[in-house]
């Protein structure tokens, strides 16, 4: 009996572990420092936008290793951070609020390499770092918006209860001022606003005038649900990037934290997480005299708004509709004019809302309102960067027929703007704008002393292994040690394969289990094989016993641990996740390594011959 193993499968395991070097190649590159520029609201650099930045470059005298545009977003490279840092201040004041511009690290990989996919694996913030912003919230936005929302609700209990006013107005210091028409009836407006509103404190500030202001318990409640919708809905935008084991969290009174690991678009996150965009559905004011609303007389409850070409339209000040009630946007191409759409979909109390407004409103105009909080570039007296509000009509389309809670909004102008303005929307409107007060890369949060020692005990380990391996199994424990090789190389380079993988330091973990987990499926079928010698087998029928015997073991305890792996994956956290992608990777990848690795080396050194003794 001779052990051989047909051409194809020697062909196959040399081809898997040549393709597993190959993609395990970008790791030995590293990376550049490098500023990423990328156009905002859909808007992309172009070629112009590159002969603005390298002659800006070339006046500051800041060598780049290269500077490229590729789709719509130029990359720059340098080789240290402090000319990426200096270029990246340099940029930013030089292209203004047009371009988001943010640090990024990018891989050196050859592009040979590139043009097959080739990318290296991914870091967590534990070992590599990543990017860091720390943002503030507006409070003052989020305040100015609960007063608004305030004064809609006084306008109508007033009308309903029938108490006639003169105005009803911002006031300092976020309070609202009720001034009535009846001064004898400010003593019940006053007790009828407390049993309706019992966090507000109401004192009179004349015979007929009241002022309403949040208490200190609803002020703070007020700032608390801002942070925490702030921090749902930021939560939902770093799914929507595809980030793995990112940490966001609340720092401070009015700040959140976001750490995102192994992203290589940096410019990208920093322009969703920082955007501060939603839409608001108004019905036109067809009634307004349009030539006198550009002289400032508009109706009360109206305002006007312009397009982006410039055109005025008035609005009424009531929306119909706001971003809150938008469950599910996704961006597309208009059947009829080809042209770029986002089709929302609202939840049931906005699909209520949409369905009786456009009942009432047949054959009447309805603008889709976009809107957003934008860098100034000025400063408070407190330092903090004042936040402009922008804002523009998307499109005004006439109320055709009955809709509900799902439609399509039109009237976009490239698919890039349609791509962005539905992870936004499908992540949810922003309860108040935010702003990126701090940027950095950072290194391992472990430190990397920590970092240094957690791999130096892993390759220990495994020199130790396959020491051991030699000295006890000879010829047969250099094949494992082969094997084992292999094993790390082709988990390295699936791990470099897979999106949304990240190596963690609970993954570095995973990966020495698995190494320990493959050399014991060795140890499993070397020992059968000595054991059938001492049994009177031949050679080669000790070998192939060895290895048929041991396989249902092999198989039955890597399988438990893979089952494991899986309910680890589904029940854990970000580093129990990654420790559960390595382990069931590595074990996985080790009953290849291990049993058919093993074995066509072993057949091309004992198979073809009759043998009388194994070097095991």
Request: aromatic share 6%; net charge neutral.
């Amino acid at each position: 009996m001779l052990n051989r193993y047909p051409l194809w499968k020697n062909i196959m395991v040399t081809l898997v572990v040549a393709i597993g070097v190959l993609y395990s190649l970008p790791n030995l590159y590293g990376e550049d420092p490098a500023v990423q520029i990328s156009g905002t609201r859909g808007q992309e650099a172009n070629t112009t936008t590159l002969s603005n930045v390298q002659a800006l470059l070339r006046e500051n005298h800041l060598t780049t290793k290269s500077i490229k545009l590729e789709n719509g977003s130029i990359l720059a490279r340098f080789n240290n951070t402090d000319d990426q840092l200096l270029a990246k201040d340099k940029i930013s004041e030089k292209l203004g609020n047009g371009y988001s511009v943010a640090l990024n690290l990018a891989p050196a990989t050859p592009k040979w390499l590139s043009d097959i996919g080739g990318s290296p694996m991914k870091w967590g913030l534990d070992l590599r770092g990543g990017v860091r912003f720390l943002m503030e919230v507006d409070m003052n936005t989020a305040l100015a918006k609960r007063q608004e929302q305030l004064q809609d609700s006084l306008l109508a209990e007033l009308r309903k209860a029938k108490y006639p006013y003169t105005s009803i107005r911002a006031g300092e210091n976020h309070s609202t001022v009720v001034t009535l028409k009846n001064p004898d009836q400010l003593s019940a407006v006053q007790r009828s606003l407390r049993q309706a509103h019992p966090n507000l404190d109401i004192r009179e500030i004349s015979i007929n005038t009241l002022s309403l202001t949040l208490s200190d318990a609803a002020l703070n409640e007020a700032r608390d649900h801002a942070i925490e919708q702030n921090l749902s809905i930021l939560r939902r935008r770093v799914e929507e990037l595809g980030v793995s084991e990112p940490v966001i969290q609340r720092q401070g009174a009015e700040r959140i934290v976001v750490e995102l690991p192994g992203v290589q678009d940096t410019a990208r996150a920093k322009e969703i997480l920082g955007a501060t965009a939603t839409l608001e559905f108004r019905l036109v004011n067809q009634n307004a005299n349009l030539d006198a609303a550009m002289r400032g007389m508009v109706p009360s409850d109206s305002e006007v708004k312009f397009d982006r070409n410039g055109r005025p339209v008035v609005l009424y000040k009531r929306a119909v509709l706001g971003g809150e009630h938008i469950v599910n946007a996704s961006s597309g191409v208009d059947q009829n004019s080809a042209t770029p759409q986002v089709s929302v979909t609202l939840d049931s109390e906005g699909g209520d809302i949409m369905s009786q407004t456009t009942k009432m409103n047949l054959k009447k105009p309805m603008a889709t309102l976009y809107v957003e909080y934008k860098d100034s570039g000025k400063k408070d007296e407190n330092g903090k960067t004042v936040l402009t509000k922008h804002e523009e009509v998307i499109n005004v389309a006439t109320i055709q027929g009955r809709f509900g809670s799902q439609f399509q909004i039109t009237g976009i102008d490239s698919p890039n703007e349609a791509l962005n303005l539905s992870v936004l929307l499908r992540s949810g409107a922003l309860t108040a704008p935010i702003q990126i007060v701090e940027e950095r890369t950072v290194g391992p949060s472990l430190g990397a002393q920590n970092v240094e020692q957690g791999l130096q005990a892993g390759l220990w380990g495994l020199a130790i292994t396959v020491v051991f391996m030699l000295i006890y199994y000879k010829v047969f424990g250099l094949f494992a040690s082969m094997a084992l090789l292999a094993n790390m190389v082709l988990l390295v380079g699936l791990m470099s394969l897979i999106p949304g993988a990240t190596l963690t330091m609970p993954g570095i973990a995973g990966i020495i289990l698995s190494v320990g987990m493959s050399v014991d499926a060795n140890v499993l079928i070397f020992e059968r094989i000595k054991e059938e010698i001492r049994n009177g087998r031949s050679v080669q029928q000790a070998i192939n016993e060895g290895y048929s015997g041991a396989f249902s073991s092999i198989f039955d305890a890597n399988l438990t641990t893979i089952l494991t792996s899986i309910v680890l994956y589904a029940v854990g956290t970000g580093p129990i996740k990654g420790f559960a992608i390595t382990l069931s990777l590595g074990v996985a990848i080790s009953m290849f390594t291990a049993i058919t690795g093993t074995r066509m080396l072993v057949n091309l050194l004992y198979g073809g011959k009759r043998v009388e003794k194994l070097s095991i």
